[in-house]
């Protein structure tokens, strides 16, 4: 028998280096290239979102599943659903507008009159995978306005190829390219198989001491669906090579296709992760120790095609 349960949780308010980062594109990235995908010059909620109002969304969730769980496995579904619902309602503008309009759909089912006889169960799980993804979402970091006077030093990466890392490596079913002449990253994200992540990785041959450098610049970064697509910088030093499939992860986005640079300083890093989950209690990066950096897309807010460029990156200090 197949049984599911709904699980509660608790919520609590990633010498001289060596540039490895030259070819000319597989002729399917060139097809790509001219397939309908475009970059989205649309504003994005995510630039006038605060951490404040995500804190709170998370907060109301894990309310309403410290109620709605219980009720669920006690066997009253219609409860579980219903505290769903108006936990749907009363935080749909406190997300980002991917979020919100996949709550309000949910939500709005309830007026389909040709749904007279809903399925409470479909419903709960429906709405507790948008309540998961809105608790696992970051705040990107986006790029500024760098006043003169800061007076920052600049120093791109050489191009090379990169590694592909998929969700193959899990069973999943997502792809993806690299074309190092023009910095372009595209491919597919797919749920399949529980899949749902496409990455690029460049393995240094040897440790990189990068702790001159303040942290990672992306210069003219552009990608699709700008209102609702981020990325994520991946970072290893020579303590994740210790752990198993360990990295650093920084989320980082252009909602308003701003021209300026993106800054992404180490100390945004955070701490260490396993396959996606937080290690409590470890070391922070080490600049000093850098064994492999990389871009990925993954889901939630990357789901289907997605494309990312840039002018330039490297250290900047």
Not at 147 to 172: C, H, R, W
Not at 221 to 246: G, Y
């Amino acid at each position: 028998m197949n049984i599911r349960r709904h699980l509660s949780i608790v919520l609590f308010a990633n010498t001289s280096c060596t540039r490895a980062f030259t070819s000319q594109g597989s002729q399917s990235s060139i097809q790509y290239l001219n397939s309908s995908l475009s970059l989205s010059t649309t504003p994005n909620s995510i630039s006038t979102m605060s951490n404040n109002d995500l804190d709170q969304a998370k907060q109301r969730i894990s309310q309403a599943i410290s109620q709605g769980a219980p009720a669920y496995n006690a066997g009253d579904i219609k409860q579980c659903a219903t505290i769903y619902k108006q936990t749907a309602r009363d935080i749909a503008t406190l997300v980002p507008s991917t979020f919100q309009s996949k709550l309000l759909q949910e939500v709005d089912d309830d007026n389909d009159t040709t749904n007279a006889t809903e399925d409470h169960d479909a419903k709960a799980w429906a709405l507790r995978r948008v309540f998961d993804s809105i608790i696992d979402y970051q705040l990107p970091l986006m790029p500024q306005a760098i006043a003169l006077e800061d007076n920052i030093k600049y120093e791109p990466f050489t191009a090379t190829e990169p590694i592909q890392v998929m969700d193959s490596v899990m069973g999943g079913r997502s792809t993806g390219s690299f074309v190092s002449k023009s910095n372009l990253f595209f491919g597919e994200t797919s749920l399949a198989n529980n899949g749902g992540f496409s990455s690029i990785r460049w393995r240094f041959s040897n440790i990189q001491n990068w702790s001159y450098a303040k942290g990672i610049y992306i210069r003219g970064l552009k990608h699709s669906k700008a209102e609702e697509h981020t990325f994520r910088l991946i970072l290893k030093d020579a303590m994740c090579e210790r752990v198993r499939i360990a990295n650093y992860k920084v989320v980082f986005a252009n909602p308003q296709q701003l021209d300026e640079p993106l800054l992404i300083p180490f100390s945004e890093t955070g701490q260490m992760e396993q396959m996606g989950r937080t290690m409590q209690g470890s070391p922070n990066f080490n600049p000093s120790a850098v064994t492999e950096i990389g871009l990925m897309a993954i889901k939630p807010t990357v789901v289907g095609e997605f494309m990312m460029e840039f002018e330039e990156w490297g250290l900047y200090s």
